[in-house]
């Protein structure tokens, strides 16, 4: 199993949070969830692989898998806020009664189906709860979903993640390029220093076409190499190829 390594911008955790949001409101129509309660909130880093109360819900790749906080645990939280009604109270539809924990469960299980329709994801049969899978972190994008103080966390990994905010693929699904073959093909401009000269303002001033100037410089005495950045490359002579002239690399600068 190969996971993408993937930077996700403020921008596109939005996008992705709204487009989660918008794929659950028929969801909280149906569980009768107060919109003023409920929202979405995404970022780049996801939660830690190791507990195992994670649940599949599409594929099991990096283009295609996406990981949420099983249904038997989002449950005891999600249960205040679909299922408590301060108007009765009645033992079983309170917070933690046995008929909230089921509904609960089952409006945690039909969050899932409401994003596998509205993505068009591929459901998964298994749904025993499971550790979230190391390489995710390297490349997912978390979201988390809010109803109230329930808190109910979706990892998209990158190829949904991509999907989702719209990101192009294709810029994802060409082979990386070795960094010394992409630096190779950078072109630079190089400066050649020779030792610098002092003048009087007034020499400066009255120079004429066909003046020399001798600067301290001997012939024999390497001159530098610069960079664009001005650091240093190499210690080089004069020279001359063919009707050019040129320079001819003595050492790497030190």
């Not at 994802?172 to 610098?196: C, D, E, T």
């Amino acid at each position: 199993m190969t996971w993408t390594i993937a930077w996700w911008t403020q921008a596109e955790t939005e996008l992705a949070a709204a487009a989660v949001k918008g794929a659950l409101q028929d969801w909280c129509l149906q569980w009768g969830v107060d919109p003023e309660v409920f929202r979405v909130e995404s970022g780049s880093r996801v939660a830690t692989a190791g507990s195992a109360g994670w649940q599949c819900v599409t594929g099991s790749g990096d283009r295609d898998g996406v990981w949420a906080t099983h249904p038997d645990v989002a449950a005891r939280t999600l249960a205040a806020a679909v299922c408590d009604d301060e108007r009765d109270a009645s033992v079983v539809s309170r917070h933690g009664g046995a008929l909230s924990l089921s509904a609960a469960r089952q409006g945690a299980r039909e969050m899932l189906d409401a994003l596998r329709a509205h993505f068009d994801w591929t459901p998964i049969d298994d749904d025993q709860p499971r550790e979230l899978p190391a390489g995710l972190e390297r490349g997912g994008l978390g979201v988390t979903i809010r109803v109230g103080e329930a808190s109910f966390q979706l990892i998209l990994s990158a190829g949904v993640a991509r999907s989702v905010t719209g990101r192009v693929k294709e810029a994802f699904g060409k082979p990386l390029a070795n960094l010394h073959v992409v630096l190779g093909q950078r072109a630079i401009v190089l400066s050649v220093a020779l030792r610098s000269v002092r003048l009087e303002v007034g020499n400066l001033c009255s120079l004429a076409v066909g003046d020399v100037i001798a600067l301290d410089h001997r012939l024999d005495e390497p001159a530098t190499l610069y960079a664009e950045d001005a650091s240093s490359v190499a210690h080089a002579h004069l020279s001359r190829v063919g009707s050019l002239k040129a320079i001819r690399l003595e050492r790497a600068a030190s």
